[in-house]
């Protein structure tokens, strides 16, 4: 069963400096892994999705890694602002492919 | 574009009422997928579809039912409403399966008195 962690729950950082989230799993497996975003209230948006096939996907600031070796992903956002603050969610596929397992999150705030 | 729309938005139950979240999709997706949310529990899927007919169980499916006559809705029903299921309940759809961007609608905030 795929399991997937997110460490640290919480995280406060100054407006401008550089993010970065981390996502582990336990199968390697993996078809793909997905980010999301999720504000108070809200539903999530998704930022990213990752390939098996691939090691990065970039958006705009987003940017997001995956090592299925080391079962981890890592989201950096760059040049951080308020406006980021939100909880961010990443989710993988158990190995049949149509059930998504999600971490805990990671709550983000960014100070101005 | 509506995208994923979720009604209600809030609702308030007595235990063992029944009812129905209802959702719908017009992105012509074959996928979608109902999940509770829970604080310290995380995104928990209760049940999928890859298409109309088709549906399957997730990881907590007890105590709820859905059905998928169209591509585009996917309701969830409460069968006997507990104080266990208040939460937050979400829809969610995508191309095909988890393989492809997915979009969630809005949430339904359930209360179970």
């Known amino acids: 069963k795929q399991e997937v962690t997110q460490i640290p729950a919480a995280l406060s950082v100054p407006e401008g400096e550089n993010l970065v989230l981390n996502c582990s799993f336990t199968?390697?497996?993996?078809?793909?892994l997905q980010w999301f975003r999720q504000d108070p209230g809200k539903g999530l948006t998704s930022l990213l999705l990752?390939?098996?096939?691939?090691r990065e996907q970039t958006s705009g600031r987003l940017n997001a890694s995956l090592d299925k070796s080391s079962g981890r992903s890592t989201l950096y956002i760059a040049a951080s602002q308020p406006g980021d603050s939100a909880t961010y969610l990443c989710?993988?596929?158990?190995?049949?492919?149509?059930?998504?397992?999600f971490g805990g999150g990671t709550r983000v705030l960014v100070k101005p | 574009n509506a995208g994923v729309t979720q009604t209600p938005k809030f609702q308030v139950l007595k235990t063992g009422q029944s009812m129905t979240l209802q959702c719908a999709q017009d992105?012509?997706?074959?996928?979608m997928s109902w999940y509770r949310q829970d604080p310290g529990m995380g995104l928990r899927l209760i049940h999928y579809?890859?298409?109309?007919?088709?549906?399957d169980q997730g990881e907590v499916p007890n105590g709820y039912n859905v059905s998928r006559s169209t591509t585009e809705d996917f309701p969830l029903r409460l069968l006997s409403a507990a104080p266990s299921q208040t939460s937050v309940y979400f829809c969610?759809?995508?191309?095909?399966?988890?393989?492809?961007?997915?979009?969630f609608g809005e949430g339904s905030w359930l209360t179970v008195v």
């Open positions: 969610a759809s995508s191309l095909q399966g988890s393989g492809n961007t997915i979009y």
């Open positions: 199968d390697s497996a993996i078809y793909n």
């Open positions: 990752i390939q098996s096939s691939q």
């Open positions: 989710a993988a596929p158990e190995a049949a492919g149509n059930k998504l397992t």
């Open positions: 992105m012509n997706h074959e996928y």
């Open positions: 579809s890859v298409g109309a007919g088709i549906t």
